[in-house]
């Protein structure tokens, strides 16, 4: 393709954006093709010779649209969001068109340095210790694995890299806890037997006395206590485990505390909704995702950690093709995580915090807990219906409960329930259980979700119900 030819399809897929963006409600929210349908539409094997833009962007509309689950439509409310805005989708365009790898400094200087100051900026803007480094990792599993890798090299004296594991480190997280967990720790070589899940409270939180006491247990048993990893705003509930009480059995014990507040870091940009981050100073490593709750287009999580030194040496690496001169003045982030090549990332985030501003970013979260509280009320109001558990920012999980129905019952037309919601294509919600409950998962947080499609969403939910 000649120059010309990007430049005129560059800006007629511009136009296609701004389109798209503008009539995103024509569409619906969750696609309804069936599986296989489009892999019957790809031909069995690439073409020989080049095909024309006109043809590939043809496509694109016909065969690849139709089978598109529409994120940034404002009925989303499925699983959490994970939000672009204009100003990300701009500088990702930028950072592909230059296609830089920002492995080491010398690779891209801007690319390290704007990362460096775009992680003091986040840190500061969520008020996490200004002793923290950050650093940016492509998803929040990445995150936690470099936290379980870390933490392991810690409590082995780095030991672990060298001689490959012993199979009694043990790791500990609430039952609530996400599944990058799990993937964590196998990969990490702990074993998946060694994650102990502790149960959770009312409210979704771990229990620190239990904590407490699996860790005395294992102790007596020759384990050794590695990780916990808290999580700030669980994907099922939002359950907030108590890092306070948390980080204290941590420090009694020398145990590495790994914070994963994926989705609900970034509501810490309001301080008066920030209550829940009480002890996360406590945290060795701390990680949220821009990409969810943020603006930034997927990808990009941050990563925060106390001691940037015992994340490099368990990382680094010194093949003599890499060394560079400026090595010891400067961040090779390739030492701060798995991967070598590194995509430039830093720019979305410079882009969109300025674009927004601090107080545009506050806005959006406080917008976003407040139309959330009056789906609350509405659903309140409705004595059919029934809240399965404490609503925290931006998520209910609740079901249709009209009395009388036993759990099977109540699954059995709550499962409907979702299905004619979503079947409307102007929502989209997802489900979850708690406590072995089948409920409904509200999720608020779409960039442009408004009290038009609150109150959309209660119409069918309150319409459907009891069909
Ligand atoms: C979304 C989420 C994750 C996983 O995030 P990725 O960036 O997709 O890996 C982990 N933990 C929690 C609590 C989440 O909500």
């Known amino acids: 393709m000649d120059n010309e030819t990007f430049r005129r399809y560059g800006h007629e897929f511009v136009d296609w954006l701004a389109d798209y963006f503008e009539n995103i409600e024509d569409y619906p929210v969750k696609s309804r093709v069936t599986p296989g349908e489009i892999l019957s539409q790809i031909p069995l094997s690439p073409p020989k010779t080049g095909e024309d833009m006109s043809e590939i962007f043809r496509d694109f509309k016909e065969v690849v649209m139709p089978g598109i689950t529409h994120w940034q439509h404002p009925g989303w409310f499925a699983y959490f969001p994970a939000n672009n805005s204009p100003a990300s989708v701009l500088a990702e365009m930028l950072t592909a068109g230059l296609g830089a790898q920002c492995m080491i400094w010398q690779t891209s200087p801007a690319a390290s340095e704007l990362e460096e100051r775009m992680m003091e900026w986040l840190r500061d803007m969520i008020a996490l210790p200004s002793g923290m480094s950050g650093v940016i990792q492509d998803t929040a599993s990445t995150a936690t694995l470099c936290a379980l890798l870390t933490a392991r090299e810690v409590k082995t004296d780095f030991r672990t890299n060298e001689e490959g594991s012993s199979g009694d480190l043990r790791v500990y997280a609430s039952s609530e806890t996400h599944s990058s967990i799990e993937k964590g720790v196998k990969i990490a070589g702990y074993g998946k037997e060694n994650v102990v899940y502790i149960d959770t409270d009312e409210n979704f939180a771990m229990i620190p006395s239990l904590l407490q006491e699996a860790i005395e247990s294992d102790i007596k048993s020759g384990k050794i206590p590695t990780c916990v990893v808290g999580t700030l705003g669980t994907t099922s509930s939002m359950g907030m485990d108590p890092l306070e009480e948390i980080g204290n059995i941590c420090r009694k014990y020398n145990i590495w505390l790994h914070v994963d507040a994926a989705y609900a870091g970034t509501a810490a940009l309001v301080p008066e909704l920030r209550g829940f981050m009480k002890g996360a100073e406590m945290a060795d490593s701390f990680v949220f995702n821009p990409h969810k709750w943020m603006l930034t287009n997927f990808d990009c999580s941050a990563y925060f950690v106390k001691d940037p030194e015992a994340l490099v040496r368990t990382f680094e690496i010194h093949p003599e093709y890499l060394k560079t001169a400026a090595d010891q003045k400067v961040k090779n982030y390739r030492d701060w995580g798995i991967q070598l090549g590194r995509r430039f990332r830093a720019l979305k ?109 209660w119409e069918l939910i309150s319409q459907h119900a009891g069909d």
């Open 349 to 457: 985030l410079w882009f969109v915090i300025r674009s927004y501003g601090l107080e545009g970013l506050q806005a959006m979260v406080k917008e976003h807990v407040g139309l959330t509280r009056q789906f609350l009320e509405l659903l309140e109001s409705d004595t059919r219906f029934e809240v399965l558990a404490p609503v925290q920012l931006t998520l209910v999980c609740f079901r249709y409960n009209p009395g009388g129905l036993d759990e099977e019952t109540l699954e059995e037309v709550n499962r409907s329930l979702l299905e004619k919601v979503n079947g409307s294509g102007e929502v989209f919600l997802t489900h979850t259980t708690l406590k072995g409950r089948y409920a409904i998962r509200l999720s608020v947080g779409q960039r442009n979700t408004s009290l038009r499609q609150i109150n959309k969403v």
